[in-house]
C-alpha cells in the first residue's frame, strides 16, 4: 500500500532561494514605502527627501488628504508633472487605499516620464486608521489608531 505524503498548501510550491528572496523583497522595497514610515520623514525636522503626491480627484483631495502631500491626479500627470515637480527629488504617490490601483497609475506615469517614484502601501486609508492627521476642506482631522493596524499605545509597531 502506497501513502501519500501530506503537502501543506503553503509549500506546494517550494519557497524562493534565500539569495532569490532577498533580491526580491530588495527590489519590492525600492518600489513601496509604508505609511508609518512616510509620517515619521514628513514629522521628522527638515527635508523628507521626497514629494508625496495625492493622486486622487478633487473631490477626494477635499474630503481628506495627508498634510503636506501635493495635489496631483493621475489623469493630470502627463499635463502638470513637470510644473510642479522637480525630477531630482524622489515622489511618493498615494490614493484610498489598498483596494485602489490609483496610486500605482500615478506611479507609473511619473516613472514614464523620468522621475524617481514609490508608492505608499496603503493610501489614504491606512494614513487614517493608523491615527495620522489629516486635512479636510474643512481643517486638520485625526481619528484613533485602529488596533488592527497597529499597537494602540505606542507608534511603533517594532517591525
Known amino acids: ?4 505524503a501530506h ?3 503553503v509549500l506546494r510550491v517550494a ?4 539569495a532569490e528572496a532577498a533580491a526580491h523583497f530588495r ?3 525600492s518600489f513601496h514605502t509604508d505609511v508609518a514610515d512616510v509620517a515619521a520623514a514628513l514629522a521628522a525636522d527638515g527635508d523628507p527627501g521626497f514629494v508625496l503626491v495625492d493622486s486622487r480627484s478633487t473631490e477626494s ?3 481628506g488628504h495627508v498634510p503636506g502631500a501635493l495635489h496631483l491626479p493621475t489623469a493630470l500627470v502627463p499635463e502638470r508633472a513637470g510644473r ?3 525630477r531630482s527629488v524622489p515622489v511618493v504617490t498615494y490614493c484610498w487605499g ?3 490601483d490609483g496610486g500605482t497609475r500615478a506611479a507609473l ?3 514614464e516620464l523620468g522621475y524617481q517614484v514609490k508608492e505608499m502601501l496603503g493610501g489614504f486609508e491606512y494614513w487614517v486608521r493608523e491615527g495620522f492627521g489629516y486635512d479636510t476642506r474643512q481643517g486638520r482631522e485625526r481619528r484613533d489608531r485602529d488596533p488592527l493596524t497597529g499597537p494602540v499605545d505606542s507608534g511603533d509597531c517594532g517591525c
Do not use: E, K, Y
Not at 500500500?1 to 501519500?4: A, E, G, H, Q, S
Not at 519557497?15 to 534565500?18: E, I, M, N, R
Open 84 to 86: 510642479l515637480l522637480d
Open 98 to 100: 489598498p483596494a485602489c
Open 15 to 18: 519557497p524562493a532561494s534565500p
Open 61 to 63: 483631495w477635499d474630503q
Open 7 to 9: 503537502v501543506s498548501p
Open 1 to 4: 500500500m502506497t501513502t501519500i
Open 27 to 29: 527590489a519590492r522595497l
Open 109 to 111: 506615469a511619473l516613472a
